[in-house]
């Protein structure tokens, strides 16, 4: 069994319901007792105690809570020769299902004692590494509310999504993408890593983490025909069959606004810019599945 690190979010999901020390004791203290549980304490404390586990030597770390907490402990791994696991506890989980972790916690934490390792593609936006997803639009609209809201959830986001559906007004942007420029209204740019944002709503279904390319999506309106084929094109994972959308292949893209657009990586809102610079770094990252 690796020498593993796992970092703990304690508001994420239901990890605040569960005794998680006791039930990964049960897992990894039979077998080795070469582990540590360290908790977060703040946005962006996870990408610290990740890069201080791959200083002190850990072969995994393991993050332990939803996409935002993957975000932040694969940032902090990147550049060490330590691997990323993942224990599922978000509300969305886009990664782990993008990797077949289960979402089971006891099933998942077995993998983890003999796990195999690869390497997969990271995304940048703007500088920000993401490992699923980043956008553009009304995506990131809705990452800025849900924030805002005060309570995480499934149910939180589709009543976000519905009540900001009504008030979005795209905004015009130049995309410069594989040498060829164009206008249109950015509805929603979304670069996908990984197949979907999570909870199986598959914005990419085709995007692979090991191709060496990033999949862009592209949906310059939105009007509720259209909304409808987006909605179940994702939920059945046949989006770009549907024609709702536009797709492309990029290794690195660049967008210019006309006004200032909320961007989100990985769900998490980040702020307003007008230049917006995409690239991938091709395997990059380790991850312990």
Do not use: W
């Not at 990408?47 to 072969?59: H, K, S, Y």
């Not at 924030?147 to 009540?163: D, E, H, I, N, P």
Request: net charge neutral.
């Amino acid at each position: 069994m690796p020498k593993t690190c796992f970092i703990l979010n304690p508001i994420a999901g239901p990890s605040r319901r569960l005794d998680m020390p006791a039930l990964i004791a049960r897992h990894f203290g039979a077998v080795e007792p070469d582990y540590v549980i360290r908790l977060t304490e703040r946005a962006g404390h996870a990408v610290e105690l990740a890069r201080a586990a791959a200083e002190e030597g850990f072969r995994v770390v393991v993050a332990i809570g939803g996409d935002g907490t993957v975000n932040e402990v694969g940032r902090g791994l990147l550049g060490t020769a330590t691997a990323m696991g993942i224990l599922p506890q978000g509300s969305g989980n886009g990664l782990a299902r993008h990797l077949k972790v289960p979402l089971a916690l006891p099933a998942a934490l077995r993998r983890l004692t003999a796990p195999e390792f690869s390497h997969m593609d990271v995304g940048t936006m703007n500088g920000h590494p993401f490992f699923c997803t980043a956008g553009l639009g009304f995506d990131a609209h809705v990452s800025q509310h849900f924030a805002q809201a005060g309570k995480r959830g499934l149910s939180t986001y589709l009543s976000v999504t519905l009540r900001e559906y009504r008030r979005y007004q795209p905004v015009p942007v130049q995309v410069y993408l594989n040498g060829e420029q164009r206008q249109t209204n950015c509805y929603v740019l979304a670069f996908a890593n990984a197949s979907q944002y999570g909870n199986n709503a598959y914005i990419a279904p085709l995007a692979d983490l090991r191709d060496g390319l990033l999949d862009v999506c592209l949906i310059d309106s939105l009007p509720v025909g259209r909304a409808l084929r987006v909605s179940l094109g994702m939920a059945l994972g046949n989006l770009p069959q549907s024609k709702a959308a536009e797709y492309f292949r990029i290794t690195a893209g660049r967008v210019e606004a006309q006004s200032p657009l909320g961007f989100h990586v990985d769900g998490d809102y980040i702020g307003h810019a007008t230049t917006f610079d995409v690239g991938l770094l091709p395997l990059a990252l380790e991850v312990a599945v």
